[in-house]
């Protein structure tokens, strides 16, 4: 069955930074595109970045473009977006998903509605001073 279960979200001062990890089980990460979505109180959740199946090709959201990166270490079967220069506007839930065949491979960071996806419950980031 697959799961994916985030960590390291929590309190930070603007400028600060966090590394988030998404670890996956039931499938391998290398096959799939994982992406890293966010959710502010009371809006839709919005795309932030994702990572394709070979590791080398990621896509951005402009808003986080030159301080996110996202990664993957497929030993461990996780992926992880360290944050840089935060900002409070971004706090919000982040969680990760893959979205369900015939769509696993594809980034997308604004997908259609009505792609499904499997994702994580999610874990809470506070930009705040």
């Known amino acids: 069955q697959l799961q994916l279960v985030e960590s390291g979200g929590g309190l930070v001062q603007p400028g600060g930074s966090l590394r988030l990890s998404c670890r996956a089980s039931g499938i391998t990460i290398h096959s799939f595109a994982i992406t890293w979505f966010r959710q502010a109180p009371g809006k839709e959740p919005d795309g932030v970045s994702c990572?394709?199946?070979?590791?080398?090709?990621?896509v951005y959201a402009d808003s986080v473009k030159d301080r996110f990166t996202i990664s993957r270490d497929s030993a461990k079967n996780t992926v992880y977006l360290q944050m840089n220069s935060l900002k409070p506007e971004d706090t919000a839930v982040y969680f990760c998903a893959t979205a369900r065949a015939p769509y696993s491979a594809i980034c997308a960071l604004n997908p259609p509605k009505g792609r499904s996806y499997y994702r994580g419950q999610g874990t809470p980031v506070t930009v705040s001073s």
């Open positions: 990572i394709r199946m070979s590791g080398r090709s990621t």
